[in-house]
Every structure is written in C-alpha cells, then in structure tokens.
C-alpha cells in the first residue's frame, strides 16, 4: 500500500486505452512548467517515447502531437505561477492557445490538480470514456513524491439525468473559466460545457481495495466549502509537505495514536503542543536508494544501450503528496488531492480539490499503509523518525518581508490589465508593445520589475516603466518568429536591506499577430528537407500510435547530412502515400496538403521541399482528383 516499489508515472496515466483516441480534456495546475507541458500531447497522442527527454530532443513527434491535440487540451493554472522557460523554444507558440490562468474568487490561490480526459473509439460506435486523475503534483518537472488517484469509466448513455454523486465535479469543471482573468474564449466554453455535461452521466471505478463510494470535494468556488470531518473516527494518518497548527490541533481533538509524515521544517515549525498529538512524526529519507524494474523515469537519464536491461534509479527527493486518512472501527477514509494540511487550504480562500475513497481497515488503512520495517519496499522503509529533542532556532523575518514586497508587485502586475499590440516596423520586422490599462497605482517600495517576451534571451530584458499609465515597455524590430503573447517578468524587490527575487510568465492578450506567423513558426521547425521528409513519415502513420522511423541512408546508417539527394534515400515514400491515397485520401492526403501549402508560403520552401517531391506530390494530387 503506497509502496514505493508501485509507481505510476504521471505521462503514461495520459495515455488512451487500448482502441481509443484521446477527444478533448482539460488539466488544472497552481504552476506550470511550459517545457513539460509540452511532453503532454506526446502521451495523449500514443506516440511511442519512452521519456520526455526522448520526446524534446525530437522536436517533429512534440510538433506532430501539438499539431493533433493542442486545440483539444486545455490547461488551467493560476495566473502568474508559469515558470519561465531555461531556453528558447517555437513549438512554445502552438501552447497559446491551451493555457488559460486564473484567479481564485476569494483571494487565495488556485490550487486544484486534476486532470479529465475524454477518449473515443475510432468508429464513435461506443460510449465515451472519460478518465479523471486526481494528483498532488503540480504540471511541473519536480521531482518530489506524489500522490495520484486515477479514476475511470464510460459515459452511460441510457441516461439522461446525471448522478448527483458526479455533480461536485461536474460544478467545478463548469466554474473555471468564470475564474479566467481574461475572457474565455467559445472554445474553451464549449468544450467545457460538453465535459461538465457528460461527466455527471459517468460511472467511475474505484481502484483496488476501494469500495464503490466516491465523493468529491471541489471548495473555494461558489456554493462548495471544504470538507467538513463530519464523521468520527479513532486514528487519523496526515501526510502533507505544509502544516498548520490550528488545522492539526482541530483534527486531533479526537482518536489517538495519529501519525504524521511530512518535511522537517514544516515539523519545526509546528508548537510543541502540537507535535506531542501524535504518537509518530516520520520526514522522508532522501538518502533512500531504490532500483525499480520496468519503470522508465519521466525524465531520461541517458542510459548507455549496454545498460537498457538494468534496473533504473528513481532519484525522488522531498514531499509533495497529501494524503489524510481516517479510521473508525472497521472501515479508513482517504482524502486525496491538492489540500495541504493548513487552515487556508481547508477554511481559508483557496480554491482546492479533494476525492474521498472509502474501504476496509485491513485493506487500506494507515498500518496497511506504512507497512513493515522489515520489507525494503514498504513506506516506512525509507522514513525517517522526527527527532523530538531537534534544536529550535529563531527564524529571522526579514526575507519574509520582502517576499510579501515581490509577490505584492506580482498581484499589482497581474490586475494591470496588460495587453501586447504589434505593429510593423518594416518588411519583415515588427515592434511589440505592452500597455497597461489599469489605473491603480503601482504598490509602494523598493523593487524593481523586468520583462522580456520568452522568445528572447533574459538578457534582452527591459525596464518596466511602472509611472507609465500606458506604455509599459516595447521591443523593437523583432522577427516575425519573436511575436508572442507570453511575457517573463522578474521583480528583484528589497526591505530592510534583503533582497528578494521571483520570476513568472503572463500570458497576454495580444494584438496585430500577422496571419502568416504561423507559417514561419512551421517552416523554423521543419527546416529542412530531411526533417521535411521525416515529418511526412510521421503524417502518415496511423492515429492510434505510432514509432518515429529512422531514416536510413546508403549503408544503413542515420546521419546527419541534410544535402543528400532524394535518390540517396532508403525511404518508400511513394510505396506509403500510394497506400494513404487508397486508404484514406481524405484525412492524411489532406493533411500532407496543407503541410505542402503551408510550407510554401515560407521564404526557405525551395530548401526544404525537394523538386523530386513536387513531381510525386503532383500524381498524387491529381490521382486523388480523380478518385473523387
């Protein structure tokens, strides 16, 4: 039970079932890392990458699943929490569209992390699936341990009213664009509309050893507070990486014997009062080394091919999961999700969601759920005892101070009502200004704020002119492929001689995008005519997955020589598109045609489309002319 040996990785959850093809979804994070929300789409596509290094160092299997599914993900996450980016990336632009931030109504924070995905069979013959996983990990790249419940089942289609069981989700789904800063746009609203719609008509199973109760506890939103502990219960298991003393005092009224795992400064903090409820304090080991069979990590680390067969090392360290769990007599509750153990997550204005399962004791209760000393793969097995006669030190308040300073220029940046307008600067350069239309007066203090759009370098970062009731800062002659409505920003704030530093990215709205964009942000991808003639390949593989080929050249071998001729090539090109013309002219002919046209309008086409392609890709057009 939560053995460390039994893990699930987050991007193999994404994946559709056997025979299903991934509809539309959406995902809701408090940060987001635009790197690994890239690695997303691969997943939901069944592309097959073993890991999201695999997946970004081959940037046409990113570019083909943005291409499929980018416009039928959404992704919600709380505005100004978007880290920015260590490099530079085009595919960045095709995530536009996906991210949606919010606020959350009563001033805290967005703190959900749940993901619904909806998923259909090829011919739409069955009922949909849909799939919830329910996380207390955000949409990041970190590496510490979580917790993730994955819920699935079918949309009963017998049904008209939905069960009132689904509702609290069904709410929550429907209230997030209300929380939009910016006005969600027709797309988002109708596909939101249609999952909030179904999923009250979804009959979700719960895993093993869990009975058939589920309930949900969206709170923060209109109408919906947060759990309630109505029910008794003897022994209580907290696991949370943040806690607070007026939560725990609160809880621990009742039962006895409570265990309590979580980080050590969050332990430290805690009164001594508070520490002394429980009968046992555990802190992760970080120490722990594991090796796990048949796990890939969602993060490649390089192994050489003479060690493929080798047990791969999970290098976990720190707590993210929370976790309560409840027992009476017979029967443990777990509460699983994004709520720490804190008053603000449950009686404070934070927006948070939490799913209640239910089962026997001896099945799924908390000393099921530590496990035994003795087994390496038991949770206990890698935590540590909290010592109680740890050293308390003072903690000096003054970098608390100019945090709050930075993270008040953050909320005073993010009601600003920025927007971005580009105009021409000449033939193919343009100026990107950002104006701010509100007029509250920028908060009072020693700080200074930077911006930059994140298809620059930071050192090409500018003064926000925060005096400015308008113009805030603009850049000039930038290239069509530096256009981009995401804006770093960086407050370096200082109070009483500490300094503090926060960094985030805003998306904007934006303005004057010039049509052909798109085009040119195609064509700096696929830049030349190998990547050319490998996207094809990829455009013609199947929708329900597909390997990435190697290509092969004379001796069998790939290299990286990009001025081969097309008689050079060991690819049956012609043999795969005279399939596709046969098979479905409509969907991949199409496809490659508007790839075709859209490469066209790029100034480097003539580099990028062999000659030898356009006198194939002429029969082909003219044989599907004919079919018709």
């Given at each position: 039970?939560?053995?460390?040996?039994?893990?699930?990785?987050f991007?193999?959850?994404?994946?559709?079932?056997?025979?299903?093809?991934?509809?539309?979804?959406?995902?809701?994070?408090f940060?987001?890392?635009?790197?690994?929300?890239?690695?997303?789409?691969?997943?939901?596509?069944?592309?097959?990458?073993?890991?999201?290094?695999?997946?970004?160092?081959?940037?046409?299997?990113?570019?083909?699943?943005?291409?499929?599914?980018?416009?039928?993900?959404?992704?919600?996450?709380?505005?100004?929490?978007?880290?920015?980016?260590?490099?530079?990336?085009?595919?960045?632009?095709?995530?536009?569209?996906?991210?949606?931030?919010?606020?959350?109504?009563?001033?805290?924070?967005?703190?959900?992390?749940?993901?619904?995905?909806?998923f259909?069979n090829?011919?739409?013959?069955?009922?949909?699936?849909?799939?919830?996983?329910c996380?207390?990990?955000?949409?990041t790249?970190?590496?510490?341990?979580?917790?993730?419940v994955?819920?699935?089942?079918?949309?009963?289609?017998?049904?008209?009213?939905?069960?009132?069981?689904?509702?609290p989700?069904?709410?929550?789904?429907?209230?997030?664009?209300?929380?939009?800063?910016?006005?969600?746009?027709?797309?988002?609203?109708?596909?939101?509309?249609?999952?909030?719609?179904?999923?009250?008509?979804?009959?979700?199973?719960?895993?093993?050893?869990?009975?058939?109760?589920?309930?949900?506890?969206?709170?923060?939103?209109?109408?919906y507070?947060?759990?309630?502990?109505?029910?008794?219960?003897?022994?209580?298991l907290?696991?949370?990486?943040?806690?607070?003393?007026?939560?725990?005092?609160e809880?621990?009224?009742?039962?006895q014997?409570h265990?309590?795992?979580?980080?050590?400064?969050?332990?430290?903090?805690?009164?001594?009062?508070?520490?002394?409820?429980?009968?046992?304090?555990?802190?992760?080991?970080?120490?722990?080394?594991?090796?796990?069979?048949?796990l890939?990590?969602?993060?490649?680390?390089?192994?050489?091919?003479?060690?493929?067969?080798?047990?791969?090392?999970?290098?976990?360290?720190?707590?993210?999961?929370?976790?309560?769990v409840?027992?009476?007599?017979?029967?443990?509750t777990?509460?699983?999700?994004?709520?720490?153990?804190?008053?603000?997550?449950?009686?404070?204005?934070?927006?948070?969601?939490?799913?209640?399962?239910?089962?026997r004791k001896?099945?799924?209760?908390?000393?099921?759920?530590?496990?035994?000393d003795?087994?390496?793969?038991?949770?206990?097995?890698?935590?540590?005892?909290?010592?109680?006669?740890?050293?308390?030190?003072?903690k000096?308040n003054?970098?608390?101070?100019?945090?709050?300073?930075?993270?008040?220029?953050?909320?005073?940046?993010?009601?600003?009502?920025?927007?971005?307008?580009?105009?021409p600067?000449g033939?193919?350069?343009?100026?990107?200004?950002?104006?701010?239309?509100s007029?509250?007066?920028?908060p009072?203090?020693?700080?200074?704020?930077?911006?930059?759009?994140?298809?620059?370098?930071?050192?090409?970062?500018?003064?926000?002119?925060?005096?400015?009731?308008?113009?805030?800062?603009k850049?000039?002659?930038?290239?069509?492929?530096?256009?981009?409505?995401?804006?770093?920003?960086?407050?370096?704030?200082?109070?009483?001689?500490?300094?503090?530093?926060?960094?985030?990215?805003?998306?904007?709205?934006?303005?004057?995008?010039?049509?052909r964009?798109?085009?040119?942000?195609?064509?700096?991808?696929?830049?030349?005519?190998?990547?050319?003639?490998?996207?094809?390949?990829?455009?013609?593989?199947?929708?329900?997955?597909?390997?990435?080929?190697?290509?092969?050249?004379?001796?069998?071998?790939?290299?990286?020589?990009?001025?081969?001729?097309?008689?050079?090539?060991?690819?049956?090109?012609?043999?795969?598109?005279?399939?596709?013309?046969?098979?479905?002219?409509?969907?991949?002919?199409?496809?490659?045609?508007?790839?075709?046209?859209?490469l066209?309008?790029?100034?480097?086409?003539?580099?990028?489309?062999?000659?030898?392609f356009n006198?194939?890709?002429?029969?082909?057009?003219?044989?599907r002319?004919?079919?018709?």
């Amino acid at each position: 039970m939560l053995s460390p040996n039994d893990r699930k990785l987050f991007l193999n959850a994404l994946k559709p079932p056997e025979g299903y093809q991934f509809d539309r979804g959406l995902g809701t994070t408090f940060t987001l890392d635009l790197l690994t929300l890239l690695i997303a789409p691969v997943s939901l596509a069944l592309f097959d990458s073993g890991s999201a290094d695999e997946a970004l160092q081959d940037p046409l299997l990113t570019l083909e699943s943005l291409r499929r599914y980018a416009k039928r993900l959404l992704i919600f996450c709380s505005s100004g929490y978007i880290s920015i980016p260590k490099r530079v990336n085009y595919l960045f632009s095709y995530l536009e569209d996906m991210v949606v931030e919010l606020q959350a109504p009563k001033g805290g924070y967005f703190h959900p992390k749940i993901w619904l995905l909806r998923f259909i069979n090829e011919n739409e013959t069955d009922s949909p699936i849909y799939r919830l996983l329910c996380l207390s990990r955000n949409l990041t790249f970190d590496r510490s341990w979580d917790l993730m419940v994955q819920l699935e089942g079918e949309v009963a289609a017998h049904r008209k009213m939905g069960y009132s069981q689904n509702r609290p989700l069904s709410d929550f789904i429907q209230t997030l664009p209300e929380l939009a800063v910016q006005k969600a746009s027709t797309r988002v609203q109708e596909d939101i509309s249609l999952l909030a719609d179904e999923v009250r008509r979804v009959v979700f199973t719960t895993p093993d050893n869990f009975s058939g109760h589920i309930a949900y506890y969206p709170s923060g939103i209109p109408g919906y507070r947060s759990y309630r502990f109505k029910e008794p219960y003897r022994r209580m298991l907290v696991v949370s990486p943040f806690l607070t003393n007026g939560f725990l005092n609160e809880r621990t009224k009742q039962g006895q014997d409570h265990v309590l795992i979580s980080r050590l400064d969050s332990i430290d903090d805690l009164s001594h009062p508070c520490r002394k409820r429980f009968k046992e304090i555990y802190v992760l080991d970080d120490d722990t080394d594991m090796e796990i069979d048949d796990l890939a990590e969602e993060i490649s680390t390089n192994i050489d091919e003479t060690e493929a067969d080798r047990p791969k090392k999970i290098e976990l360290s720190g707590l993210h999961a929370k976790l309560l769990v409840l027992e009476d007599r017979n029967y443990a509750t777990w509460l699983i999700g994004s709520a720490n153990a804190t008053d603000a997550a449950f009686r404070g204005s934070n927006v948070e969601f939490m799913i209640e399962l239910k089962g026997r004791k001896n099945a799924i209760g908390i000393d099921k759920i530590l496990g035994d000393d003795e087994n390496k793969y038991s949770l206990r097995a890698i935590l540590n005892e909290y010592p109680q006669t740890r050293p308390q030190f003072s903690k000096d308040n003054s970098q608390a101070k100019s945090d709050e300073l930075a993270d008040h220029v953050r909320e005073w940046l993010i009601h600003s009502k920025m927007e971005i307008a580009v105009t021409p600067s000449g033939e193919d350069n343009f100026d990107l200004a950002i104006d701010r239309k509100s007029e509250a007066p920028p908060p009072d203090g020693a700080y200074q704020i930077y911006c930059w759009p994140i298809s620059l370098k930071p050192d090409q970062k500018q003064v926000v002119r925060i005096a400015n009731s308008v113009e805030i800062a603009k850049f000039g002659n930038l290239s069509i492929l530096s256009l981009t409505p995401f804006i770093a920003f960086e407050i370096e704030a200082e109070k009483d001689g500490v300094k503090a530093e926060i960094q985030f990215v805003l998306r904007l709205p934006i303005s004057g995008l010039p049509d052909r964009r798109d085009d040119y942000i195609f064509g700096a991808i696929i830049s030349n005519r190998m990547q050319f003639l490998r996207y094809l390949r990829l455009l013609l593989a199947g929708e329900y997955g597909f390997q990435l080929p190697e290509l092969t050249y004379g001796n069998g071998k790939c290299r990286q020589d990009f001025d081969l001729s097309w008689e050079d090539l060991d690819l049956p090109l012609l043999e795969e598109l005279v399939r596709a013309l046969s098979r479905s002219p409509k969907e991949k002919i199409d496809r490659i045609a508007k790839i075709v046209e859209q490469l066209e309008r790029t100034p480097d086409s003539k580099t990028i489309i062999p000659v030898e392609f356009n006198l194939l890709w002429e029969a082909i057009i003219k044989a599907r002319s004919d079919i018709e």
